[in-house]
């Protein structure tokens, strides 16, 4: 998946320049994705192959946000409260209601949020220093291109695969425009 606009710089110097506010905001993504996944197979029981791939992806999820915060542990920092994350919110607002539409428009949420991760994370392997946490975000990286082409996947088992190429390009565009209008901070979105 191509986004329409790449992540500014100026983000990523944002990131380096606080990144221990960086790793706790990830956490909590990692731990939200995780929760995500899980209310997939609660919502959707009778799909037995979206149950079987959002099992699986909880837990990648959730090892990711022991991986996280074992780095928020030996820096001595705490996770911080949950926040609600206006990049997520804003995408949200896009999925149609209605029960032909919403499992389509969730999914492909899911993997525009997955694919700017994958961007992002990244940015943030290809800025690190040598080392442990470099090697980390190189695997986040790898991981979250696998988990956004995943989604794509699943709304192209479910849907007529030219339906889900219009809405995602829909999405997309609706995305570019929350990303232009966010303000930098360091966190992931």
């Keep these: 998946m191509i986004l329409r606009v ?10 380096m320049g606080d990144f221990d506010e960086f790793l706790v905001d990830h956490a909590a993504c990692e731990r939200k994705a995780s929760a995500t996944a899980l209310s997939f197979v609660a919502h959707y029981p009778d799909r037995s192959e979206l149950v079987a ?13 022991q991986l996280v915060y074992r780095q928020i542990a030996a820096r001595g920092l705490r996770l911080g409260a949950d926040e609600k994350d206006l990049y997520v919110l804003k995408l949200r607002e896009q999925i149609r209601r209605g029960q032909s ?4 428009d ?4 899911a993997a525009v949020v997955e694919a700017r991760g994958c961007e992002r994370f990244g940015m943030v392997a290809e800025a690190l220093a040598p080392g442990r946490l470099k090697e980390l975000y190189a695997k986040l990286t ?3 291109a696998h988990h956004h082409q995943l989604f794509l996947e699943l709304a192209r088992r479910y849907f007529e ?9 829909s999405l997309l565009d ?3 425009g929350i990303v232009r209008q966010l ?6 979105h």
């Design 174 to 176: 609706a995305e570019a």
């Design 161 to 169: 695969p030219g339906v889900v190429d219009a809405r995602l390009d």
């Design 6 to 15: 790449p992540t500014r710089t100026q983000w990523l110097q944002r990131v």
């Design 106 to 109: 969730r999914l492909l949420v």
């Design 53 to 65: 791939a959002m099992i699986q992806l909880a837990r990648e999820e959730l090892d990711h946000f």
């Design 101 to 104: 539409f919403y499992l389509m």
């Design 183 to 188: 303000p930098l901070r360091p966190t992931l």
């Design 142 to 144: 790898r991981s979250e």
